[in-house]
């Protein structure tokens, strides 16, 4: 399983320096941009994540919580391995943003809230790279994992079929609910505070890698 630190539970003041410190660990960074309106929190937008995206040499994975993701995704700088996910219940039409996203260079993921159902992503998934299922309720880093992202799991797996695309799972992930996503069939765990609020990050990263196994 990879590992992706969520980026939202490091040091804002420091965001370079704390990144630089487990890049040598981790499999991709995840970015979470928010934008006080379709969550209630405001985060990074374009102009920080471009900044680091110079100075860092892993994949982002870049999850827009914003209204109107068509108007923001292609400011972003993107690699041909990063990923910009949006999610299914914003304003902006799903497929014109999905093209938008494939025409700026970079993989196309889609994500949903705990509580929307799966079937809403079944028209997009020739479309997509990566699916990220939300295991707390997205806006805000340090919430207790929902268990019923398991089954989600497993159910995206049997819709994806043959297809080659990535399940990533986010929130509320540590040694103790990695197993589980792992065993699911996930392929990608997002973990902020876990990583970034341990004494010992390596520590912390192996302990994920161990659990997941």
Request: charged share 25%; with cysteine; proline share 7%.
């Amino acid at each position: 399983m990879k590992i992706s630190p969520s980026l939202l539970s490091a040091d804002f003041s420091r965001l370079y320096d704390e990144a630089a410190s487990v890049e040598g660990l981790v499999d991709r960074f995840h970015w979470d941009v928010m934008d006080g309106h379709f969550v209630p929190n405001l985060t990074f937008g374009p102009p920080v994540v471009n900044a680091l995206r110079s100075r860092l040499r892993i994949p982002f994975d870049i999850h827009l919580m914003i209204d109107d993701p068509l108007v923001y995704a292609p400011q972003f700088d993107v690699h041909p391995d990063d990923s910009i996910i949006i999610h299914i219940e914003s304003r902006s039409d799903a497929t014109e943003t999905l093209r938008a996203i494939a025409d700026r260079g970079a993989r196309c993921g889609i994500t949903l809230r705990p509580g929307t159902s799966l079937e809403t992503v079944s028209p997009y998934l020739d479309l997509v790279s990566m699916l990220l299922v939300m295991s707390v309720e997205p806006g805000f880093g340090g919430q207790a994992f929902l268990p019923d992202a398991v089954p989600r799991i497993r159910a995206l797996k049997e819709l994806i079929g043959d297809r080659t695309i990535d399940i990533a799972v986010d929130g509320g992930i540590n040694p103790e609910t990695i197993g589980s996503v792992a065993g699911a069939g996930a392929d990608i765990a997002v973990a902020g505070s876990a990583i970034f609020r341990a004494e010992n990050r390596e520590n912390a990263i192996r302990k994920l890698r161990e659990a997941a196994a």
